[in-house]
């Protein structure tokens, strides 16, 4: 679909899963960085920096590329839930979101040489309460060591405790595609 070669700075599955979808022609160089959160940062601002963070990362290896890379993180009642350390920070972090909404935000770099495009999309999500079981099966069985927040839309949580979502399920997921495909003809 989309003419150029992009290279995604990430090493994220569910990211090039989505951009394959999206027919995005791309190649994976992930950024190998420490995602510094800088606390004086809005939630806004701390995805926006550490997609900047990452992008500086591989920028010297692609500086005629399109580099495409992204942070996404979930925040609720003004704190931002990372990945969790073990089990009990997952359930912790589930019980928080039981019964209640919170925000997906995904900050976005898009940059080529000179061209810079920066911008983040943010999506509300609603649970409804869960269950203990429910929240020590998927732990148990989906492992979500990886994901902001502890848990990722598409696996058995996000199906049987979201309610519903306002705006782009693609942004939970890991990567809103199509505000991403409008800004790359940018390019």
Same mark, same amino acid.
């Given at each position: 679909?989309?003419? #150029? $070669? ?6 994220? /599955? ?9 027919? &995005? ?50 925040? +609720? ?6 990945? /969790? ?6 359930? #912790? ?14 900050? &976005? ?7 810079? $495009? ?5 999506? $509300?999500?609603?649970?409804? $309460? ?12 989906? #492992? /979500? ?7 990722? +839309? ?22 809103? &595609?199509?505000?991403? &495909? ?6």
């Amino acid at each position: 679909m989309f003419n #150029k $070669k992009i290279i995604l700075g990430s090493a994220s /599955p569910r990211r090039a899963e989505i951009l394959k979808m999206a027919g &995005v022609d791309f190649e994976v160089h992930a950024a190998d960085v420490e995602e510094i959160v800088k606390p004086t940062l809005s939630p806004e601002e701390v995805t926006i920096d550490i997609a900047q963070q990452k992008m500086q990362a591989i920028q010297e290896h692609h500086r005629n590329e399109i580099i495409l890379t992204s942070d996404t993180v979930v925040v +609720i009642e003004n704190d931002i839930l990372g990945k /969790p350390k073990n089990a009990d920070d997952a359930k #912790k972090m589930l019980q928080r979101l039981s019964g209640k909404q919170h925000s997906v935000i995904t900050g &976005v770099v898009l940059s080529q040489a000179d061209k810079v $495009k920066v911008f983040s999309v943010m999506t $509300k999500v609603f649970f409804k $309460k869960l269950a203990e079981q429910d929240i020590d099966y998927y732990i148990k069985n989906y #492992k /979500p060591f990886d994901k902001a927040g502890s848990y990722a +839309i598409q696996e058995f949580i996000g199906a049987i405790g979201i309610e519903k979502i306002e705006g782009d399920y693609y942004n939970v997921v890991g990567l809103p &595609v199509s505000r991403v &495909v409008e800004e790359l003809s940018w390019f």
